[in-house]
């Protein structure tokens, strides 16, 4: 009841976020490869965003396949984790912006362990709705990604001020952690035929 | 019959508006905490109005839920609904742009309370068109969130001339009071088990 | 078979089109009734743009409600009319830019014209694949108000050299005229319970 | 499982991406017809990537009406080719500023050549799920248009140092040669009735 339409608005919401962002990358005036140059930070920036929305859309997609009901709570943890997703484009653009400097790379530390607390919220939300013996929580298991990564994104952020490439290494290693398909629950899915 | 259709444009509608007002945040020049600061007021003001966007589409979502038809008259009034939505970036960015100054307060006080008044005509067009008897009449009740919003709001567009920071209390306060998960209709849903 | 995502795509592209034509009204730097006062022309497009959107997206509700397949050319023909419908936010804006002159006018009236000869060619698609027994073709019957409109839409554009609040008056009056609602296709589906 | 959401996330993103083209047509200010016609070659840009996120929709519609599964290799081949197609807007803007200029004409060579790549990656995916006895596999046969076309687009990019002109003539060839509708898909799917 009613798992549609808070996938269609989520699916909504997060597409426009992940084409939004491409509008940080300014059309320049010149037409050499010089005007082009100056927007390769931005860039991957850019890149490394859309990969992060990217995984959120896949694992969200996961996550709400095996809800069986809509809750009140659910659909504000939901807003709330997407509340923190639409904050990717002006972080992401700052960062690229500013070439990776201390400040905005701490600020889109600060988004992403916005995003993944959020996004570990909505699965307590759901989990809560769906009882223990629920498929979630016996897919998500431990959940060690999911606990790694709000410690990650801190020391990140902290390391912004001292070593800032540390900051972008964490986040891309981060990021390649939860490219790497979770085979959590698709096999618990595999497993019960659901 | 057409109903999915209707949800499906207003999502669509409603997933924009929500993260077209982030575009409002304008990324700033500057790598210092400094730049960033100035930008808090908008910050602000986007939190309202993403806060006050969800509880449209909360609410929006649980009313067309017991509708059991569309009517021509009921496309109009969503139509209705959404345009005054859509103004909410733009009041949004004139508020936070002026730091809550009298008149971009008083506009965006209208503008909420011209949603409201169009909300509340979507509902009296569904009940038109579902009967006295239909599950949404119940459900609704007496109403008295819906009558009081619109009371509050134009309180407070008196306010932002004379103490402006009242204009914004109130602003957050019907905020607060609709984010209390309105038991009615889930009551009633649940009562029925539509 | 496909309708249903040829039409989320549609509603797609509507829904961004009619929300996107609100980032035209800039938000100005002031914050007094006198820096608001300039955008009223640019508001008023704006009303008229949104009422023509979400008359088109009322009537292909309709039309593809009937349809009962999905063919190659009915996509193109539909992505045809989304291609004009797309202009209408340059041409809304630069009417309201120019507080409604005579060449910004005359493209809006361009726009207009196109998009209902566009509307015209899905119409005519859906029909061809449908058969002339179709609900549909039975609906449109003679179709006087897609007949006169682009007609009217022809005169808007000749008069903006001349009198150019003729034009206005036209688009206004063709709006109000297909405000209305169209009961041909609603009775006929009344009538064999589509 | 879980198709109408893929279906439903990429509607999304291609709306979005086909309709924020139309705001790298910048209102002009003046009211004249001079003011219009340096946009001409940011409107010829926009006509013609309109047409080719248009293929890609429409030929991404009739590959996963045929998939029958999804897996997560297949959602992330897929937000592939939704990453090099958000770079459109990019890349059209930047060649209709610049007149068709060779580096920006390169550069758009460049997105497109790595759409038609992500595309066959995503296609050899969904066969790979599918298995050799797919409907998808046999409708897409020896596929000389998917293979032609990244030939062209290279030959195209090579051009734009030499004779611009022949590279825009190539991507108007391609859009024309990928316009003709593809009779495979539909021709296997009408014999076997799927």
Do not use: C
Not at 12 to 28: D, F, H, R, S, Y
Not at 126 to 135: D, F, K, N, T
Not at 185 to 192: A, P, S
Request: aromatic content about 12%; charged content about 15%; glycine content about 6%.
């Amino acid at each position: 009841m009613g798992k549609n339409r808070l996938e269609a608005f989520s699916d909504g919401v997060l597409a426009i976020i992940i084409t939004i962002m491409v509008l940080e990358l300014k059309v320049p005036h010149g037409e050499t490869p010089d005007a082009l140059l100056p927007l390769l930070p931005a860039f991957l920036s850019y890149v490394l965003s859309f990969v992060y929305i990217g995984i959120y859309w896949n694992n969200h997609h996961h996550m709400l396949h095996v809800a069986t009901r809509v809750s009140g709570p659910m659909l504000w943890a939901n807003l709330h984790l997407l509340f923190w997703l639409s904050l990717f484009p002006f972080a992401t653009g700052w960062m690229g912006e500013n070439h990776f400097a201390a400040m905005p790379s701490a600020l889109y530390g600060l988004v992403l362990l916005m995003a993944a607390i959020a996004y570990w919220l909505l699965e307590q939300t759901i989990i809560a709705s769906e009882g223990p013996a629920s498929v979630l929580k016996r897919a998500v298991g431990r959940d060690w990604k999911g606990k790694l990564s709000p410690v990650l994104y801190a020391i990140a952020i902290a390391a912004t001020f001292r070593v800032p490439w540390v900051a972008q290494a964490i986040y891309v290693l981060v990021a390649i952690v939860w490219l790497v398909p979770d085979p959590r629950i698709e096999r618990t899915l595999h497993r019960e035929k659901v």
